[in-house]
């Protein structure tokens, strides 16, 4: 059963950069052709995506966001990872990683676009 | 402001049918047929319910149900039951590696 686990400082001060690891643990990220994204929910509010990620560091990030927005992949870990830069107060949201499941046919693989397997979330608060 | 618009909140009694609607454009919801539906208890991480307009996940109750009409993607819960009470949140594919989602429906089980 695939399993993802995010970690990382739950407070950031303004002006900062936010850093989270997600460590998957039940299948391997370069063993297989799905993307590995970051989600986010402000108190709340309703979600927000923020970035997909390839094993290969192919990235695609949610417009709004690909300004101040860094993901990376150590698939010797297992491990994506996010940063957020120059933080403020309205970043401040429980971040979710998750999988992207792609569907693959005659030796190509196509995103689906949908998230199957979350992990429980960590919330990060921005301080002033 | 979320790209797709649903409804704050819906309700039902236990046993009867709630639709929930999630509203786009010509660009995302309209356009692609890769509409999900995601479920989020308190406290919880979301749990995909429904993808690509209409697919079930394995383990979803077949009591739910998603459809399209034009720019408009629906979630129907039939036969409610009080564990069905949850968040939800509709999201779309908006094209040039986009995904976009809704602001949620809070549904209430009577």
């Known amino acids: 059963q695939l399993q993802l686990q995010e970690s990382g400082p739950g407070l950031v001060k303004a002006s900062e950069t936010l850093s989270l690891t997600c460590t998957v643990s039940?299948?391997?990220?370069?063993?297989?052709?799905?993307?590995w994204g970051w989600i986010r929910q402000p108190p709340g509010k309703g979600l927000e995506w923020i970035g997909n990620?390839?094993?290969?560091?192919?990235?695609y990030y949610n417009p709004s966001l690909k300004s101040r927005v860094t993901m990376s992949v150590d698939t010797s870990k297992n491990q994506f990872s996010l940063k957020v830069h120059t933080v403020t107060a309205a970043d401040t949201a429980v971040y979710y990683c998750?999988?992207?499941?792609?569907?693959?046919?005659?030796?190509?693989?196509?995103?689906?676009?949908?998230?199957?397997?979350w992990g429980q979330g960590t919330l990060v608060t921005v301080s002033s | 402001q979320s790209a797709l618009t649903q409804p704050p909140s819906a309700s039902g009694s236990p046993g009867q049918s709630v639709t929930i609607s999630c509203s786009g454009t010509?660009?995302?919801?309209?356009?692609?047929?890769?509409v999900s539906w995601f479920q989020q208890h308190p406290g919880k991480a979301p749990k995909l319910m429904i993808y690509?307009?209409?697919k079930r996940p394995s383990g979803v109750p077949d009591r739910f149900s998603g459809s399209r009409s034009g720019n408009t993607a629906s979630l129907t819960v039939s036969g409610l039951q009080a564990e069905d009470e949850a968040d939800y949140y509709c999201?779309?594919?908006?094209?040039?590696?986009?995904?976009?989602f809704g602001g949620g429906t809070k549904l209430t089980v009577l």
């Open positions: 998750a999988r992207e499941p792609t569907y693959c046919s005659g030796g190509s693989c196509y995103n689906q676009y949908y998230f199957d397997y």
């Open positions: 010509s660009a995302d919801v309209g356009r692609f047929n890769y």
């Open positions: 039940g299948g391997s990220i370069a063993g297989s052709s799905d993307y």
């Open positions: 999201s779309s594919y908006a094209g040039s590696n986009n995904l976009v």
């Open positions: 990620i390839y094993y290969t560091g192919n990235t």
């Open positions: 690509e307009v209409t």
